[in-house]
């Protein structure tokens, strides 16, 4: 059995397992947190599976590139106009839950955030 079959994140983007969709192109998907922390809280993931920001080299580059290039439209899209927060937690220390490389978007006004935010 391969490593990442148990990996929701794969299962999200093989279709098993529903999400509300924001975006879908031939390398990434975007879709909305479970557990938002903002009023606008999406997830933009790489469709193949790479654990973390620090299992990333070269081949990943483009996929990152897209995806960072995609996070404002989406969040200006979904009405984060006055601005929007991205994180990518990686590893156990860095907050990390789920092993497939995802970029948080978050955005709204800050007063709703379920988040503290600096």
Known sequence: MN???????????AGQIPSRKVYEDAD??????IHPKAPVHFLIIPKVHVNS????????G?????????????????????GFRTV????PDGG?????????????????WKVALP
């Open 96 to 112: 990390q839950e789920v092993y497939h490389l995802h970029l948080h978007v978050m955005g709204g006004p800050r007063t709703e």
């Open 53 to 60: 920001l620090a299992d990333c080299g070269p081949g990943e």
């Open 3 to 13: 490593a990442h079959e148990n990996c929701i994140f794969c299962k999200i983007v």
């Open 88 to 91: 990518i937690n990686t590893g």
């Open 62 to 82: 483009d996929v990152l590139a897209k995806m960072l290039l995609k996070a404002p439209q989406l969040a200006q899209e979904l009405g984060c106009g006055n």
């Open 28 to 33: 990434m998907l975007a879709f909305h947190d």
